[in-house]
Structures are given as structure tokens and as C-alpha cells.
């Protein structure tokens, strides 16, 4: 068998390892455009934090490739993909022929159409290593940044850059940071940790226009920066399988089994549409476990077993300046709030069913709510009262509790 993988990070990856839990032989070659081996994403603000060096970024060990016997290209692009002739070309023109086809090129950062824009020196996105080493290289403690975005990873680029330049400014159309992820008040409290270190944040507001790198917004402030961020959001990489016909959404359509409508082409990750169950609909659900789940099962999957991935939920871990968050699901139904020595927990529960949940300050055992949401557990049927004030395995009966650690 001659399996072929498009894109080097957290899912590619995943996509090997399930490969090799059923099939130990057959040919794996990993494409990716990055020239650098797979790291993880979420730890490109520690590199200029220096909490982290490029060796420790990685996302596997470096001998990961050659104990998996994995043929890698890195540093050149997928251009095209050819069903019928089973091959990828790429973009020195090579081609490399395929039995089973792995999509697991992420996304890209979105760039909205802004007057102007072109004229801003300095300027990128905060999304790969090449990211962080153009703004080690160009930041230093006299220079004003503008970050344009005020989600998670705008907010993970303003954390890492505070202390390192003189002044950073935060502009978003939302009302509050973090919109994707948090309620109004939750936000509150992120917005006031980062403020009170010195970010400025400009809400409900956006950027109109740019005159090089002075940046009216649409209030009528003007702002003058030396280095701009653009991180108002993403869109995923379906375009190779979109131009074969292959079913498109906002992301690439997969099944259960991580397939496209494509034959023999599979998808998983930033790139695919995938169905959360807490939401009850198709979403790119652009998050680590859901990229490492989705590749793990393609893997299998490609390599002839009969995996399913079928409870897919949003989940996210936030910490900044030791202030943390941890939250899971959609926030649909009635919220019961619990405050204790100033830590909060609020849950969503709808349907006899918990929908969601938000953990701040103390955020030890949110598995266990997890999994709850995960495998749809009646709460009916265990003690969600006791649950909530204390999340604890003997609040579950046997049965259930070794259904939660094996998951
Ligand atoms: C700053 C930051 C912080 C984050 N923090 C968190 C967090 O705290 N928690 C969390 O769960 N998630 C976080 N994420 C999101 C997480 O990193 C992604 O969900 C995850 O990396 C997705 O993995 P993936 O393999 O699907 O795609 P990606 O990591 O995007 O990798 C896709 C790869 O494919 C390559 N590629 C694309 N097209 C082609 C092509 N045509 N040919 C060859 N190669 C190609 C790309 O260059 C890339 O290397 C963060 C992301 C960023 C940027």
C-alpha cells in the first residue's frame, strides 16, 4: 500500500501513527511546506517568550520518521491532486503516486480587504515558526505593535510580546476578547489581566483604512505602529480537493470515518468540516485533539481498519499570567453557575444532557464534564448535583467510571 499525506503538523502526524497501528510496511509519504519538522502550533508564543527553542517545540521526537518509515518532502507545496491517475503534483513538478490520499493542510490566515493594506511595512500573521522568527526578528522595546484580532491567537501574540516592545494595541469588531470561545463576563476577566499588563484593546471597532502604518479605525481614532499582526481569524485549505469536485463546505465534508466524497481521499483537521455533537451541526472545529483524533482515524481507516470519530466537541484550554480557563461544548440551555473562593464554574445543561461548560480559575478535572458532554451521559442517571460542586469519579457507578477512563 502507498499512502500519501499532505501537510507536516499535528494531524499529518496523527495520520501516520494510526497508519502504523494496523500496517507496519506499507509506504508512507509525508508532504509538508513548512521546511521544519512537525511542531506544535500553540507554542509558538513560548519561542519568543524563550520558553522554548526550536528543538523543544517539536511534536514528536526526532528520531519520530525514521522509526515510523516515513519517505518526507518538506519545504515543497501539494500544487494539484489527480484522482485519476492516483498522483499529487507538486511544486517543482514532481509527482508522487498514491493508493490512499491523506488532506490535512490546516488553514491560512485570513487577510481582510482593508484600504491600504498594502502599503503597511512590517507586517504578519501569528501562525508558524516563520511567523515568530520574522517578529523576533523585527520586535525590539521601542516599537509599537498592532494586533488586529482579538481571539485566541491575537491574545497568545499580545501575551508573548508584552515586556519584549514599548506598546500593543488590540482592535476587534467583537465586543469582547475571545468571542468564539467565551461569554461576555468571562471575557471581561481575560481583557481585564491583559489590560491591567499594559494592552490596549479597541472593541467593537475595526480598522477602516491604512496610510502605511498609521491604521484609521472606524471610530475616527488613528493609530500609528511600527509592526502589524493580522489575526482575525482563518480559512481552511480545501482548495486541492475543491478543484477535483470533492464536496466543500466552509471546510472539507468527511464522514465519520474521516472519507471525503472523494474515493480513497481522506481529510481531517483545520482543513475538514466535522460534526460537534454538542452543537448538533457541521463545523470546522479548528483545535489540537480535534486534528490528532481526525488524523488517527483516517490512518486507520486508510490503512483498512473501521474507525469512527463520532463525538467531536469544541474544547479549549486558555491560560494567561496564571489566570486560567478551561471550556468544552456549546453554551445552549440553562446555565447553573457555581462561585467558590473565587473560582467559577458554569455549565449548560439542556435535555437532560450537559451542552457545555466554562471552568475559571481552579480547572483541574474537566475531563470528567468532558466526557460527560462527549458520550451524552442522561444526567439523570449519575448525581450531576454532587458532580458539579465537586467533579469526582465515585460520583459515577462502575460501569460508567471505567467507560470515563477509557476514554
Ligand atoms: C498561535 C496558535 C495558538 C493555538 N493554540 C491552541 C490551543 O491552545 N489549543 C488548541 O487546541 N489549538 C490551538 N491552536 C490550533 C491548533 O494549532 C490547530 O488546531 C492544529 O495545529 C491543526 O492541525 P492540522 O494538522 O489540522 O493543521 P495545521 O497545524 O495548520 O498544519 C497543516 C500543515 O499543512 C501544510 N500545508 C498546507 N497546504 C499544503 C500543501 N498544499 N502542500 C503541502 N503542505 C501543505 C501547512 O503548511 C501546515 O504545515 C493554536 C494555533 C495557533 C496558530
Known amino acids: 500500500m502507498n499512502y500519501v499525506i499532505i501537510g507536516n503538523s499535528?494531524?499529518?502526524?496523527?495520520?501516520?501513527?494510526?497508519?502504523?497501528?494496523?500496517?507496519?510496511?506499507?509506504?508512507i509519504t509525508l508532504i509538508g511546506n513548512?521546511?521544519?519538522?512537525?511542531?506544535?502550533?500553540?507554542?509558538?508564543?513560548?519561542?519568543?517568550?524563550?520558553?522554548?527553542?526550536?528543538?523543544?517545540?517539536?511534536?514528536?521526537?526526532?528520531?519520530?520518521?525514521?522509526?515510523?518509515?516515513?519517505?518526507?518532502v518538506f519545504g515543497k507545496k501539494v500544487v494539484k491532486i489527480d484522482n485519476d491517475e492516483k498522483k499529487v503534483v507538486l511544486d517543482n513538478g514532481k509527482e508522487i503516486f498514491f493508493d490512499k490520499l491523506m488532506v490535512a493542510t490546516g488553514s491560512k490566515p485570513f487577510i481582510p480587504p482593508i484600504a491600504g493594506y498594502e502599503t503597511v511595512k512590517n507586517k504578519t500573521s501569528f501562525m508558524t515558526i516563520d511567523d515568530a522568527k520574522y517578529l523576533m526578528e523585527h520586535i525590539d522595546i521601542s516599537k509599537n505593535v498592532l494586533i488586529m484580532g482579538a481571539g485566541l491567537i491575537g491574545l497568545k501574540c499580545a501575551e508573548c510580546l508584552l515586556g519584549k516592545v514599548k506598546f500593543i494595541s488590540v482592535v476587534d469588531l467583537a465586543d469582547r476578547v475571545l468571542p468564539s470561545i467565551l461569554k461576555k463576563e468571562e471575557a471581561k476577566s481575560v481583557q481585564d489581566v491583559l489590560e491591567e499588563k499594559g494592552v490596549k484593546f479597541y472593541l467593537e471597532n475595526s480598522v477602516?483604512?491604512?496610510?502605511?502604518?498609521?491604521?484609521?479605525?472606524?471610530?475616527?481614532?488613528v493609530l500609528p505602529f511600527d509592526i502589524l499582526v493580522t489575526a482575525?481569524?482563518?480559512?481552511?485549505?480545501?482548495?486541492?480537493?475543491?478543484?477535483?469536485?470533492?464536496?466543500?463546505n466552509r471546510g472539507i465534508v468527511i464522514n465519520d470515518k474521516c472519507e471525503t466524497s472523494l474515493k480513497d481521499i481522506y481529510a481531517g483537521g483545520d482543513c475538514a468540516e466535522t460534526f460537534d455533537i454538542s452543537f448538533g451541526d457541521k463545523r470546522v472545529l479548528a483545535i489540537l485533539p480535534n486534528a490528532y483524533l481526525e488524523g488517527e482515524t483516517a490512518g486507520e481507516n486508510m490503512a483498512g481498519g473501521n474507525k469512527t470519530f463520532d463525538n467531536a466537541i469544541p474544547m479549549n484550554s486558555i491560560g494567561f499570567f496564571g489566570f486560567h480557563?478551561?471550556?468544552?461544548?456549546?453554551?445552549?440551555?440553562?446555565?447553573?453557575?457555581?462561585?467558590?473562593?473565587?473560582?467559577?464554574?458554569?455549565?449548560?445543561?439542556?435535555?437532560?444532557?450537559?451542552?457545555?461548560?466554562?471552568?475559571?480559575?481552579?480547572?483541574?478535572?474537566?475531563?470528567?464534564?468532558?466526557?460527560?458532554?462527549?458520550?451524552k451521559t442522561k444526567l439523570s442517571?449519575?448525581?450531576?448535583?454532587?458532580?458539579?460542586?465537586?467533579?469526582?469519579?465515585?460520583?459515577?457507578?462502575?460501569?460508567?467510571?471505567d467507560e470515563i477512563l477509557t476514554n
Open 10 to 27: 499535528v494531524c499529518g502526524i496523527a495520520t501516520v501513527e494510526g497508519i502504523r497501528k494496523l500496517d507496519k510496511k506499507g509506504k
Open 34 to 72: 513548512e521546511k521544519y519538522k512537525a511542531y506544535s502550533r500553540p507554542l509558538i508564543s513560548y519561542l519568543i517568550e524563550g520558553k522554548t527553542d526550536l528543538n523543544k517545540i517539536n511534536y514528536r521526537s526526532d528520531e519520530f520518521y525514521e522509526e515510523n518509515k516515513v519517505h518526507t
Open 208 to 221: 477602516a483604512s491604512f496610510e502605511k502604518n498609521v491604521a484609521f479605525l472606524k471610530d475616527e481614532q
Open 232 to 248: 482575525v481569524g482563518v480559512r481552511p485549505n480545501v482548495e486541492l480537493v475543491k478543484e477535483i469536485g470533492g464536496v466543500v
Open 325 to 375: 480557563i478551561i471550556s468544552a461544548g456549546t453554551y445552549d440551555g440553562e446555565k447553573i453557575a457555581i462561585e467558590e473562593d473565587g473560582n467559577k464554574r458554569i455549565f449548560y445543561v439542556k435535555d437532560d444532557l450537559l451542552k457545555g461548560y466554562m471552568l475559571i480559575g481552579k480547572v483541574d478535572k474537566a475531563g470528567i464534564y468532558t466526557s460527560l458532554i462527549r458520550n
Open 381 to 401: 442517571t449519575i448525581d450531576f448535583n454532587a458532580i458539579i460542586k465537586e467533579p469526582s469519579l465515585i460520583c459515577f457507578d462502575k460501569k460508567r467510571r
